[in-house]
């Protein structure tokens, strides 16, 4: 009974043996486009997804966070929020106008890390997306009369960052203690605290 067994495992070493995996063949693999609803399958509008992680090297409590950021957002339609891995996940919304409010509100944290976050597109891949942009409004101070301008502002906004907007009432009235930008900021970056002006 041993030998017949061990005559078997030596018979399918060698069939093993003598596979071969080939070179993929130039027309690759063509598959029919995905069921809609109404086929009973449930697709994921990925307009209205966003794909985050936390700037924190701690793993983050998953179920409080999820809990946490659902109070805190209140979406009118509601949020599904989707661990795709320890560090990585996936918030879908359910309509436009919640989207554009988490987007324009930011930044937001959790456990006092931010959340860095992406808007996904039709053909992107989540685990694809490299996060390292995060916006802020930026206070600027002590700026001359002579450089209170759009312009100026905007080119401020692009040495800090790349330049988002600009608050509507910073050049209106007769003087303001500062001025107010939206900016993208690289988290990889430091952080720039002060800034030389001169005009060529």
């Not at 005559?7 to 069939?15: S, V, Y």
């Not at 043996?17 to 994921?44: F, T």
Request: glycine share 8%; proline share 4%.
């Amino acid at each position: 009974m041993a030998g017949s067994s061990n005559r078997g495992a030596a018979d399918l070493q060698r069939e093993c043996a003598r596979l071969q995996i080939d070179e993929e063949e130039e027309g690759g693999l063509e598959v029919a486009g995905e069921e809609d609803e109404d086929n009973g399958r449930v697709k994921i509008d990925s307009r209205y997804c966003l794909v985050g992680c936390f700037l924190t090297d701690k793993v983050i409590n998953f179920v409080a966070m999820k809990n946490t950021m659902a109070a805190l957002w209140r979406p009118g339609e509601g949020v599904c929020i989707k661990d795709l891995s320890p560090t990585l996940f996936l918030f879908q919304f359910f309509h436009e106008i919640d989207v554009r409010r988490i987007l324009d509100s930011g930044p937001w944290t959790f456990d006092q890390h931010i959340l860095l976050v992406h808007r996904l597109g039709a053909d992107e891949q989540p685990q694809n997306i490299p996060l390292f942009l995060t916006t802020f409004w930026v206070q600027i101070y002590n700026l001359p009369l002579g450089f209170q301008s759009d312009s100026i502002l905007q080119s401020i906004g692009n040495y800090i960052g790349s330049s988002l907007e600009s608050d509507e009432n910073n050049l209106k009235g007769v003087w303001r203690n500062y001025m107010r930008l939206r900016v993208s900021l690289d988290v990889r970056k430091p952080l720039k605290r002060r800034m030389r002006l001169k005009r060529t």
